[in-house]
């Protein structure tokens, strides 16, 4: 009989931990607000107190968790100021990742690239929207290893984690156009055109922005 539980794996405990909890977070399968007892999570997990409570500490570093004194941990609300700020700051650092990848891309790249968008629009037409909010993530993130530039990826990275928990709200409605919107940018990047690149990669995030903007205002 194999054994499927996290205990089973050979990396880390820790990190395994860490990116389970981080992906029911990002799922909403742990939604803001909820508790985060370690006995329930170590036996849902299959594994010890001890990584539960390593994974927390990382998470609540990287902001998915608040540590109250008596109430212990829960999961994060992202406040709507937080949200708008990452807005701005995505589109200046995704614009750049835009012109860089342009710069740089390579056939195999550009391969990587329509692979992930390839995925995206089956998810997409399928209406599997947990795998599209990945599939955006994966999609980003290849733009960044196309960029090639170590500085820019240590904080692309956190920052995408924290994009894909806005797009989760907004997922049913922006999953379509996100997956255009990713078209039209990888184009541009096969392309090699720097300055075309970098304005698609604006324009998709404003559309984000007023995406995530009018859900709220449905709220």
Do not use: C
Request: net charge negative; charged share 30%.
């Amino acid at each position: 009989m194999t054994d499927n539980t996290l205990g089973s794996a050979h990396r880390p405990l820790r990190d395994v931990v860490t990116s389970e909890l981080r992906r029911l977070i990002l799922a909403g399968e742990l939604p803001p607000g909820e508790r985060l007892v370690e006995d329930r999570l170590a036996e849902r997990l299959g594994v010890s107190r001890n990584p539960v409570r390593e994974a927390i500490r990382v998470l609540a570093a990287e902001g998915f968790v608040e540590v109250t004194p008596r109430r212990g941990a829960a999961v994060a609300r992202l406040p709507s100021d937080e949200a708008k700020e990452l807005f701005d700051v995505r589109m200046a650092l995704e614009g750049l990742t835009a012109r860089l990848s342009a710069r740089k891309v390579t056939p195999a790249s550009a391969a990587r690239l329509r692979g992930v968008l390839d995925s995206a629009r089956v998810a997409v037409d399928e209406g599997r929207l947990d795998e599209v909010a990945d599939l955006n993530t994966a999609f980003h993130a290849a733009v960044a290893e196309t960029a090639g530039n170590a500085y820019l990826s240590l904080v692309v990275g956190p920052m995408l984690r924290r994009a894909q928990w806005v797009f989760q709200q907004t997922a049913r409605h922006r999953a379509p156009h996100s997956w255009t919107e990713h078209l039209s940018l990888y184009e541009a990047i096969a392309e090699g055109d720097e300055h075309e690149a970098e304005a698609r990669a604006v324009a998709h995030v404003e559309a984000a922005r007023r995406s995530y903007l009018a859900a709220l205002a449905e709220s």
